[in-house]
Nanobody, 126 residues
């Protein structure tokens, strides 16, 4: 069975940092693009960051550039999202997702992703 599981969320003050982790159930996921998305109450799910299978290509939402860093460790079948200088507007449930389409530029649209984790809550207090 294929699944993704996020961890690392929590409550942090504005300006603080958190590191989210996403672990996959099978090494097959090492061949997939992995993305991070978030959804705040009453809002649609939005793209945050994505990383190609090799790790050579990354993309970020404009508002998180310079603050968030996505990385992956294929030996651990894991992807990480280091979040620094957090702002109250970063508050949301964060999801990791896998796009099993190989050999294309990483997508930023949620509907392009095939597998999703259950999410981890990130709350940034002002």
């Amino acid at each position: 069975q294929e699944w993704l599981a996020e961890s690392g969320g929590g409550l942090v003050q504005a300006g603080g940092s958190l590191k989210l982790s996403c672990v996959a159930s099978r090494r097959t996921f090492n061949s997939y693009t992995i993305g991070w998305f978030r959804q705040a109450p009453g809002k649609e799910r939005e793209f945050v960051a994505t990383i190609s299978a090799s790790g050579s290509t990354t993309k970020y939402k404009e508002s998180v550039k310079g603050r968030f860093t996505i990385s992956r460790d294929n030996t651990k079948v894991s992807v990480y999202l280091q979040m620094n200088s957090l702002k109250p507007e970063d508050t949301a449930i964060y999801y990791c997702a896998a796009d099993k389409l190989i050999g294309v530029e990483p997508h930023t649209a949620p509907h392009e992703y095939d597998y999703w984790g259950q999410g981890t809550q990130v709350t940034v207090s002002s």
